[in-house]
């Protein structure tokens, strides 16, 4: 059975800032964790937009089926797709050369049981080229973890706010309050680690209970909504930028405002249409 080793490497480039002429690996990220590195992950639903951020050194891209919302159009995560996460994950390996791009397994593509969620990711790792599959769930998804990374596939955990169970939570709530909650949410995470996932994401939990997890952990943390302690963070790429319109959960920090400066670029180019500025006499052939 493949499991990934966390033992130190000597040398090691730092994961945001080193000097990588390769793709980053789960090895990589081991190490980090080994070391105390904290580091930095972004979502990316496109080519352009992720070479963007692999040319910045984010050095993990989540193609997360928060696309549904952020890309698609749709409502929530619930109605997207493989064949949509197969799409845009080929395309974001396309545009970076650096990051370990992970690819999302979206509802319903890996519930029905282990073999179901081995097809489901097998193809996003040789159909997609991505380095490394999530999936959400604790306990529940523990067998379907042990089958993928049994099969070589590097495997990131997702507890606490699992967004495809958003019917069954009633909304989009913090989980893991209270003390039945967060010893539920501490048995989630070793079960992710035992069955061999290489990192765990935890979304929208009392940073008193990460905190907790990520000590108890050989395993890597990713924050969202999580507090300070986790090993990593990671932000939806059009919240982080400013982008996403409308109120953004309390955990989002806003690092640019791309929604306003788009705004402004589209009705300054149809004034100008209107008006005759554009084109110019140096946009013109002759
Ligand atoms: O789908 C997604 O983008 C995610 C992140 C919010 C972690 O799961």
Redesign the pocket.
């Known amino acids: 059975m493949t499991r990934i080793s966390h033992a130190r490497t000597q040398d090691r480039p730092s994961l945001y800032g080193g000097e990588f002429s390769r793709r980053i690996t789960v090895r990589d990220i081991a190490a980090a964790k080994e070391s105390g590195e904290k580091w930095p992950?972004l979502?990316a639903y496109d080519a352009m937009t992720a070479s963007v951020f692999d040319q910045a050194g984010i050095p993990v891209m989540?193609v997360?089926?928060?696309?549904g919302a952020?890309h698609l159009g749709y409502d929530s995560?619930v109605p997207v797709t493989l064949e949509e996460i197969l799409v845009l994950s080929a395309a974001v390996v396309r545009g970076t050369e650096r990051a370990l791009i992970i690819g999302?397994l979206p509802f319903g593509t890996y519930q029905a049981g282990p073999e179901q969620a081995l097809r489901s990711a097998t193809r996003l790792v040789k159909e997609a080229g991505v380095g490394a599959v999530?999936l959400?769930g604790g306990e529940r998804s523990a067998r379907q973890i042990d089958l993928m990374v049994s099969a070589g596939i590097p495997i990131m955990g997702?507890l606490g706010l699992t967004?495809q169970s958003v019917n069954a939570f009633g909304g989009y709530r913090v989980q893991g309050r209270g003390e039945t909650a967060a010893r539920q949410l501490v048995r989630d995470a070793r079960a992710v680690q035992d069955a061999g996932a290489f990192a765990v994401?935890l979304?929208a939990v009392p940073e008193e209970v990460a905190s907790e997890i990520t000590a108890a952990l050989d395993i890597p943390t990713?924050g969202?909504g999580a507090g300070p302690d986790c090993d990593a963070q990671?932000?939806?790429w059009t919240d982080a930028m400013g982008l996403t319109p409308g109120r953004l959960p309390r955990f989002v920090k806003k690092y640019s405002g791309l929604r306003d400066t788009l705004d402004e670029a589209a009705r300054t180019f149809a004034d100008e249409v209107v008006n005759g500025v554009f084109p110019a006499a140096e946009h013109a052939y002759h």
Not at 64 to 67: F, H
Request: aromatic letters at 0%; one cysteine or more; hydrophobic letters at 45%.
């Open positions: 992950m979502t989540l997360g089926d928060t696309m952020c995560t999302d999530k959400e997702h967004p994401v979304e990713v969202i990671v932000l939806v």
